[in-house]
């Protein structure tokens, strides 16, 4: 049973249905992993709009579920050995509920590791050096004269798409079938056009991954994810 005691964040954000996941999240890459895997795997979940203001994501509520003040992060009330468990990470989030609605994380336990391996590589590298790519393309990064910055994020997000690029010739999907290492990438490689660098990366010459992401946000759920939670 969830209450205000053992999961403070409630208090800020209370929930309608308590028996639900409550999803605390923004709609960016890491938020929208969330999102779209609870449309997927079709699990009753309630949204909760955290901003990556201070007045949210470092207020004491959010930081009682997640010291690291991060979005997304939720609480299942339904968790393991019949105990509410608060969980953040994407990453995290999007192994456990693979692994409790028994989808998209492979038939075999060869699978599992496969996508896995997938799902760090997008958490250890293609995540952080886009991220930094933006910081020094779009955002108080741009204003530095120095171009050294730069130049090591464009020159490794360009490696990156050749791995995926490569990895994805005669692949519709990452590791196999579609999974959570999908939903962990795809939505970074959507984040790119945000950063305005398309050209900069030769996103057209990567034919492979642009018919990937084409083909991932055709899915009903995916986009439906994209929403969720709505913005005020």
Known sequence: MLDTT??????????????????????????VKASIMLEETGLPYEAHLVTLADADVKSPEFLSLNPNNKIP???????????????FE????????????????????????????????????????????????????SEIEDPRPRERYVTEAKR???????????????AGDYSIADIAIAPWLRG???????????????????????????RPTVQKGLTVPPRD
């Open 6 to 31: 053992s999961f403070p964040i409630m208090a800020k954000w209370p929930p309608q249905h308590p028996d639900r996941i409550q999803l605390y999240s923004y709609a960016t890459p890491n938020g």
């Open 160 to 174: 990156l798409l050749n791995v995926l690029d490569t990895q994805l010739d005669g692949r519709d999907w990452i």
């Open 192 to 218: 790119l056009d945000y950063y305005g660098v398309k050209d900069v990366i030769g996103w057209d010459d990567h034919t492979n991954v642009t018919a990937y992401l084409d083909r991932f946000l055709e």
């Open 90 to 141: 994407s990453g995290a989030i999007l192994l456990y509920l693979a692994e409790k609605s028994d989808m998209l994380l492979g038939q075999t336990k060869a699978d599992k590791h496969r996508v896995t391996q997938w799902l760090m590589f997008q958490m250890g590298g293609l995540g952080p050096m886009f991220g930094q790519l933006g910081y020094f393309h779009k955002f108080a990064g």
């Open 73 to 87: 992060a939720l609480i299942d009330p339904n968790g393991p050995d019949g105990a509410p468990l608060g969980l």
